[in-house]
């Protein structure tokens, strides 16, 4: 599904392509000045897209060693800006990290389970349900792997 044109501050229709334009500058500044390379958000699931863009998703996560240290991937820093592309492949938002906490997967609180916003009623649900995942992707999670917990805001969308 492509981008629709949208409407600017001023209320001019702004074609997609501008947009794209103006929200890739603004991620990069914010790249430029913390001298990362550019993050992007994915979520596969159209359903995590329209929770994160609705406030009821406010956090994300994800093991550190699998999903950070064998991608080579940096763990986010407070203040960093990512794009949020949804099960489409479109720009859906653009993001900003505002708090992360690395935890034994035991020990990740309630706090981000509930702020994940997938619907999870007690933490032992929210580990089950996890540990589910990971299965189905080969990856056996044990109590004392370590879990990056993101806590994000919108700062704009489409």
Do not use: N
Not at 39 to 64: F, M, P, Q
Not at 93 to 118: M, N, S, Y
Not at 148 to 156: G, N, Q
């Amino acid at each position: 599904m492509a981008p629709q044109a949208g409407v600017g501050r001023t209320g001019a229709i702004v074609p997609p392509q501008r947009r794209a334009k103006r929200w890739l500058r603004y991620v990069l500044a914010d790249v430029a000045s913390r001298q990362r390379a550019p993050s992007i958000l994915v979520w596969t699931s159209r359903r995590l897209t329209d929770a994160a863009l609705a406030g009821e998703k406010i956090a994300t996560g994800a093991l550190l060693q699998q999903e950070y240290l064998d991608q080579q991937e940096s763990v986010e820093l407070p203040g960093e800006r990512q794009v949020l592309l949804g099960g489409d492949g479109a720009t859906a938002a653009i993001v900003e990290i505002t708090r992360v906490e690395t935890h034994r997967f035991l020990d990740v609180p309630w706090e981000f389970a509930r702020d994940e916003g997938e619907g999870f009623t007690s933490i032992e649900h929210w580990r089950t349900g996890h540990r589910s995942y990971y299965e189905r992707e080969g990856i056996d999670v044990s109590d004392d792997a370590l879990f990056v917990c993101v806590w994000f805001r919108i700062l704009a969308d489409q």
